[in-house]
């Protein structure tokens, strides 16, 4: 059974930081390019980061771009999303998803909410 487990999400104060980490399996992880997904009430999902198989390419939207580090571990089949200066418009229900053509695997969320 495919399983892609968010966690490490929470309610912190604007500027705060937080780290989301999604452990994967049922797959070959490294196999995978993984995302992380994000999706604020009344809003579509949006693509906030993303890494390659090998860790060397990565990208950010460009709002967390600066504040935001992607990594994965593939030994531990763990995709980390560190974000700092957290801003209340990141508040938003944080996925994970492993993609490798055509196949595209989502988990279930991880709750951040930033205040004021």
């Known amino acids: 059974e495919v399983q892609l487990q968010a966690s490490g999400g929470g309610l912190v104060q604007a500027g705060g930081s937080l780290r989301l980490s999604c452990v994967a399996s049922g797959f070959t992880f490294e196999d995978y390019a993984i995302g992380w997904f994000r999706q604020a009430p009344g809003k579509e999902r949006e693509g906030v980061s993303c890494i390659s198989l090998s860790e060397g390419i990565t990208s950010y939207k460009k709002s967390v771009k600066g504040r935001s580090t992607i990594s994965r571990d593939n030994a531990k089949n763990t995709v980390y999303l560190q974000m700092n200066s957290l801003k209340p418009e990141d508040t938003a229900v944080y996925y994970c998803?492993?993609?490798?053509?055509?196949?595209?695997?989502w988990g279930q969320g991880t709750q951040v909410t930033v205040s004021s």
């Open positions: 998803n492993a993609r490798r053509w055509p196949t595209n695997y």
